[in-house]
């Protein structure tokens, strides 16, 4: 069998590791901090299941959503409460936690919590916010913006090498097609691996449509959300990005793009056994 692209290893926190062909690491939660009983709930689940299946977890919730599309819509709880319950998720739980930032002011908060710092796809040019981030020494998880090439990730990273962080994983999520909707083309996933980078395969948010509100039925397909997943494991990635919530429909942001959390459990053992064949030819 085809030998995959070998990326760089990230150390996480000193248990956890990533890149370097290992295992794939699971980063999951909601979409944003709704409420710190959501939060602890959604992440002793998370834990329970990862645990059972047998894969790294890294915890995610933003405690902010600044690109939404009504002045209306609920944006989050901001820095200060949402790094308080993302305190509490890493030491209740013992897992790493990742949260975004939208603001160079940001970084340096986030810092102080979070094991990963992650960047929205539409910030991920903007150079004042790579310098903020990269000095704060954290991995960063940087999202690929859908309207940039595979191998146009590697002008972002040598920002971050400038600044003195090489630390850095890209996340596919889609390229826009048309007016509304990411396509993902997965040939990205081995251009941005051969340069040496991690790479993390968001199973989510292509499945939204863009323009829709994220609480209309309408407006996103989450029955896809298991192909997309099963598809980048097969070809070949670091992480999967999943955002998951115990009832979508209710969610506070991208409702209609999340995967419910009871039918996690069943896709990562599909998951694990693929993405297991597909670094080691070992099929369970």
Request: charged letters at 25%; proline letters at 8%.
């Amino acid at each position: 069998m085809m030998e995959l692209p070998k990326t760089r290893e990230i150390r996480i926190t000193g248990s956890l590791t990533v890149g370097g062909n290992r295992p794939f690491t699971l980063i999951a939660g909601p979409c944003v901090i709704e409420s710190r009983d959501l939060v602890l709930s959604v992440a002793e689940r998370l834990r329970s299941i990862a645990d059972r299946v047998g894969i790294p977890l890294i915890f995610k919730a933003s405690f902010w959503k600044d690109n939404r599309s009504s002045a209306e819509f609920f944006r989050g709880p901001g820095p200060e409460e949402g790094l308080r319950i993302l305190e509490e998720v890493k030491r209740t739980f013992e897992i790493p936690v990742l949260t975004d930032v939208h603001l160079p002011e940001q970084a340096a908060l986030a810092a102080e919590v979070v094991d990963v710092i992650q960047v929205p796809a539409f910030l991920c040019m903007q150079t004042s916010l790579t310098e903020a981030v990269a000095q704060t020494g954290k991995p960063v998880n940087v999202k690929k913006g859908q309207f940039l090439a595979p191998e146009d990730v590697r002008h972002i990273y040598q920002k971050y090498v400038h600044y003195g962080n090489p630390h850095v994983m890209f996340t596919e999520r889609g390229t826009a097609f048309g007016y509304h909707n990411l396509v993902v083309d997965f040939r990205s996933l081995p251009t941005i691996r051969s340069m040496g980078h991690p790479v993390v395969m968001d199973a989510t948010h292509p499945v939204r449509r863009y323009g829709v509100p994220s609480r209309d039925p309408r407006g996103g397909s989450p029955e896809l959300i298991p192909y997309i997943a099963r598809a980048g494991v097969a070809v070949g990635t670091d992480l999967v990005f999943i955002e998951t919530h115990p009832d979508p429909p209710s969610a506070l942001s991208d409702a209609s793009s999340m995967l419910p959390l009871d039918h996690l459990e069943p896709l990562l053992v599909q998951l694990r056994d693929l993405d297991r064949y597909v670094k080691t030819g070992a099929w369970t």
